[in-house]
């Protein structure tokens, strides 16, 4: 789960890692309030969507008078934003964060991951700050410093030290950074963080350390014990079929193919997409029934799946362990009354009683049900049918 910039230096707030003054706001007349309660003479209006790049995107942009915070916030406030991170249908911005204008000498990169392969979180600081950090690692990798953070010993001195050097710190800012990290490394873990991203950390005029830029996506498999974090998920910056699936136990992901897919096992899904691709078609989406391919689940499956105007055929992929292949098949047909399935369906089901499970589909006699000897066969049938 992601969450706002405004919302990430919140947190940040709380545990001392320091960051300009805020508010957020949802009307242009908000976004002038805010700016009179900061005070001063500069303000930045600044885009919330759970995507970075909104810079270049025109989602930044900065005011040197209250009449122009007005006239920014009317401009930004319902713009669909476009960046590198939105994909090209952009995103709508609802509400804006109106900040104190900062006072920028030296912009850094710092940032927190975990590394799965360590198994330890990893901090990461380079000089090229306000610059994409992929870009960055692709061409001159050598100017991102990496520690590794044991969480058994948590962030230390050295480890701070280390970073600030490499970002050519002189001897007196380095104590300020490593506050402002071990700070960081707080939020990180006290949160069940999966990455944080401060891009650009700023050194400001006097000498000050500040979280210019804040991104934050947590562990979802640890929300349940972090309610105030669960609490700051924006629906409406999600997509909303892959709500909806949630909701019925199913894990729906859209991707923009035309093959839609359902499958039981995120590792089947997988294997199952790589084929569409092998046999030169794309995946419309990922969708994972789970263990129970009931014929509820899987009509809701359908219905979800062809929500999407962009899929021409469904493949339904089915590993038959713990459920029958046979009783799959028959919830496959109980599924087509219960919703409209105007698409060819591909159907491969393998394992216990499968057999069975190909005589009840081809004796159904329903046109659009195709039943498929394999994986490939039944992916190549898929793809056919959806270039049709
Ligand atoms: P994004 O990464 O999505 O483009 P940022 O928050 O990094 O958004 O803002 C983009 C740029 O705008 C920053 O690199 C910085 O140069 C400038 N900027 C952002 N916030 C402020 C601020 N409070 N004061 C001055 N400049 C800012
Ligand atoms: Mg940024």
Not at 6 to 13: D, P, R, S, V
Not at 97 to 118: F, N, P, Q, T, W
Not at 342 to 352: N, Y
């Amino acid at each position: 789960m992601n969450i706002h910039e405004y919302q990430a230096k919140e947190l940040f707030k709380k545990y001392g890692v320091p960051t300009p003054r805020g508010h957020i706001a949802y009307t242009p007349d908000e976004a002038v309030k805010a700016a009179q309660e900061l005070g001063g003479n500069i303000w930045v209006v600044k885009a919330q969507i759970h995507a970075g790049g909104r810079g270049l995107g025109g989602g930044v942009k900065l005011a040197k008078s209250t009449a122009e915070v007005k006239e920014l916030a009317s401009q930004i406030l319902g713009m669909t934003l476009i960046t590198h991170q939105t994909g090209p249908e952009g995103k709508l911005v609802q509400k804006v964060y109106v900040e104190e204008g900062a006072d920028i000498k030296a912009e850094y990169y710092l940032g927190m991951v975990l590394d799965r392969a360590l198994e330890m979180p990893v901090m990461m600081a380079s000089t090229e700050g306000g610059m994409e950090i992929e870009e960055v690692a692709h061409n001159s990798p050598e100017k991102i410093v990496k520690v590794a953070i044991d969480p058994t010993i948590g962030f230390q001195g050295f480890h701070g030290r280390e970073l600030a050097f490499g970002l050519n710190l002189p001897k007196e800012e380095i104590n300020a950074f490593i506050k402002f990290a071990s700070s960081l490394y707080k939020v990180y873990m006290e949160n069940d963080a999966e990455m944080i991203e401060i891009n650009p950390l700023i050194k400001t005029g006097d000498g000050k350390f500040l979280a210019l830029d804040a991104k934050m996506g947590f562990d979802n498999n640890a929300l349940y014990r972090q309610n105030a974090i669960s609490e700051m998920r924006d629906l409406s910056e999600e997509e909303p079929t892959e709500i909806e699936a949630g909701n019925y136990g199913l894990s729906y992901i859209k991707l923009d193919g035309t093959v839609g897919c359902m499958v039981n096992g995120a590792g089947l899904a997988m294997g199952t997409m790589d084929t569409i691709n092998y046999v030169g078609g794309t995946p419309a989406n990922f969708l994972d029934v789970g263990g129970s391919a009931s014929p509820e689940t899987v009509a809701k499956g359908f219905e979800i799946i062809l929500k999407d105007k962009n899929v021409k055929s469904i493949f339904v992929n089915i590993f038959g362990g713990i459920v029958r292949c046979d009783r799959v098949a028959n919830g496959i047909l109980e599924a087509t009354k219960l919703t409209k399935v105007d698409v060819p369906v591909i159907v491969r089901l393998d394992g216990t009683n499968a057999a069975q499970a190909i005589e009840i589909l081809n004796n159904a006699g329903i046109s659009n049900i195709i039943a498929a000897s394999d994986l490939e066969d039944g992916a190549r049938k898929a793809v056919e049918a959806a270039a049709k």
